[in-house]
């Protein structure tokens, strides 16, 4: 593997390592009006997107040039899919020969099919169902038509009471191999009874029902994973606001390194499924960025994470 000659030594062996990257550029837009989101049915101005567009093509042409091996989760505040610049993206990156995963987080609003320009053996969706925004048979066929061409993909729900039967119908509606996560809803407490009913849907829910106790702790971000703005400015993740430094200089390279988590609680998957006291890069192995757990998951996977059955493993938090 070669490495640009203005890196040092040490930093040539930090390069060498494969790196994480959490991607959010400025894109804020969304099709959806989910009540419990700040940006529903937010509209981005013609500049807004031109410059969304634009980070986004330093970011790939970074990514093809970068020494290390990269994976990458598109984590956009609004819905990146309906964008041809991310569609197009996102697939042309999966044929970079140092990318090992490209994945998003969308509400699988757009047509399946601009997967067809995409390696699937490197790309995964990470879905949400909101039932009160799309017909179910739609969403549904969303999931049937992905199943089909062989795209990997995991859908989830908000775990509010109002969505729990619109829940257990798309589990029932949808094969054993697809994951069905659940989100706790934010500053929602959950009795015993509940969090049981959404845990026979997921059975990994524990995680998300009790924000983890960060403070102090060991985690993978700022080291192997980071998170990146549209102006490559890189942070440890999206929750602690600290700059290691930009992408695009070279210089967040030299700040990489383990360092005890600055925030007292962890509530977000992004996040606490990076903590090297939770046992989830075990549980998601394989998985990991787009929420897919061992022993789920469609289409290709990836080298050394084929499924288990369904069911082996740790289920509970």
């Not at 700040?38 to 042409?61: E, Y």
């Not at 819905?79 to 991310?86: D, I, T």
């Not at 169902?129 to 089909?148: K, T």
Request: proline share 8%; glycine share 10%; aromatic share 10%.
């Amino acid at each position: 593997m070669s490495v640009p000659p203005s890196l040092s030594l040490a930093s040539a062996r930090e390069a060498a390592r494969p790196l994480t990257i959490l991607y959010r550029g400025p894109l804020a837009s969304c099709d959806y009006d989910c009540g419990y989101c700040p940006f529903a049915k937010r509209r981005d101005s013609r500049a807004r997107l031109t410059a969304d567009r634009r980070a986004l093509t330093r970011f790939a042409g970074w990514i093809a040039a970068a020494p290390e091996r990269i994976s990458v989760l598109f984590t956009p505040w609004g819905e990146a899919l309906v964008r041809p610049w991310y569609r197009r993206t996102l697939a042309e990156l999966t044929h970079l020969p140092n990318v090992d995963r490209v994945a998003v987080q969308t509400n699988l609003g757009a047509r399946p099919s601009w997967t067809e320009a995409a390696d699937l053996r490197r790309l995964a969706l990470w879905g949400t169902y909101h039932p009160d925004q799309v017909p179910y048979e739609r969403f549904l066929g969303r999931c049937r038509e992905l199943r089909a061409r062989g795209v990997r993909f995991a859908v989830g729900i908000v775990g509010l009471p109002e969505h729990l039967a619109a829940a257990r119908r798309l589990r029932g509606d949808l094969p054993a191999e697809v994951y069905l996560w659940v989100n706790a809803a934010e500053g929602r407490t959950y009795t015993d009874a509940e969090a049981a009913a959404w845990t026979d849907l997921d059975p990994h829910f524990g995680f998300s029902r009790h924000a983890h106790v960060s403070a102090g702790a060991a985690c993978r971000t700022g080291d192997t994973v980071v998170s990146v703005d549209g102006d490559g400015v890189v942070r440890r993740c999206h929750f602690v606001p600290e700059v290691l430094g930009n992408l695009y200089d070279g210089s967040f390279r030299a700040a990489l390194g383990r360092r005890p988590c600055p925030r007292p609680l962890c509530d977000c998957h992004i996040g606490y499924v990076h903590m090297d006291a939770l046992p989830l890069y075990d549980v998601f192995a394989g998985g990991i960025l787009e929420r897919i757990p061992a022993g789920y998951g469609t289409g290709p996977h990836p080298a050394g994470g084929a499924p288990r059955p369904t069911g082996a493993g740790p289920e509970t938090a």
